[in-house]
């Protein structure tokens, strides 16, 4: 029987005997999304919510990583069909072991199972002779534009490779994850040109001891130093995060990273 919950000019509102449950429609997730990473592992995401947003707008936790780490915590549900552990610690401990070509292409596909495809934003051109600040527009669906680069060896954290300039010297460093990513964060007040490198503990191998030794980056040539970047460039993988625009008003090429986008995990009203 329907119950009495108004009245109109005197008429009695019915409402049907179905429940109407309004918190489950109005706070229900979209369905999960289905993606591939760069190490080939599969996940399943859901969308954010505006708590994991709000992180993005504490300058605190974006600067840290924390805003970073909640939201992959958050959202993403399982890898290769395995649910994430229920313990925050060791939820923790799982996603920052992750590869960080892994961890960003989550948080980009995150976004956009979010918000949409059409990204509008706000940003000064770097030319310094510019630096007219415009709206720029782009669309995040096109995988030619943003590619997902596979690890030549899976979740394999630990590449090598014999360098080309002193050969038979063998190189062997450590692929960024979690923990490296945290370690850039708060290091950023104070990093340098070799930071980066440092946290990937490279190593080159002594034939004559049979063993890997650390390689002291402030000592190796800056060839070699080139050449260690150039073949992490090639071999880790990640997903291209980068788009280059033609500023409208002094015709120069601008390159933008959308992950340091201020709008790109909470756009303003113009978005």
């Known amino acids: ?43 399943v995401i859901h969308e954010m919510t505006g708590h994991e ?16 780490q909640e939201l992959l915590s958050a959202c993403v549900e399982s890898i290769n069909e395995q649910p994430l552990p229920v313990n925050p610690q060791d939820r923790t401990k799982f996603l920052l072991d992750m590869l960080s070509g892994d961890r960003a292409t989550l948080v980009f596909q995150i976004r956009r199972i979010s918000l949409g495809d059409d990204f509008r934003f706000s940003a000064r051109c770097t ?10 527009e782009v669309d995040l669906s096109d995988p030619e534009d943003f590619p997902i680069k596979r690890y030549p060896n899976g979740t394999m954290k630990v590449l090598e490779y014999e360098s080309k300039i002193r050969p038979g010297i063998k190189i062997r460093y450590t692929c960024l994850d979690g923990h490296a990513e945290l370690t850039l964060f708060r290091k950023r007040a104070s990093i340098t040109s070799l930071t980066d490198l440092e946290l990937r503990l490279p190593h080159a191998f002594d034939t004559k001891t049979s063993m890997w030794v650390p390689v002291i980056l402030q000592k190796l040539p800056e060839v070699l130093i080139k050449e260690m970047r150039d073949q992490i460039r090639d071999n880790e993988g990640s997903i291209r995060t980068t788009v280059d625009i033609e500023c409208k008003n002094c015709g120069q090429q601008v390159t933008f990273d959308l992950l340091t986008v201020p709008d790109f995990m909470f756009p303003n009203m113009t978005s």
């Open 127 to 136: 030319n310094p002779e510019c630096k007219k600040e415009d709206m720029w």
């Open 53 to 68: 947003q709000r992180n993005f707008l504490n300058k605190g936790k974006q600067m840290s990583g924390v805003a970073m």
């Open 1 to 43: 029987m329907a119950d009495e919950v108004g009245t109109i000019e005197g008429q009695a509102i019915e409402r049907q005997d179905e429940t109407f449950d309004l918190s489950a429609k109005l706070y229900a997730l979209d369905e999960s999304g289905h993606i591939e990473l760069p190490t080939g592992s599969k996940a």
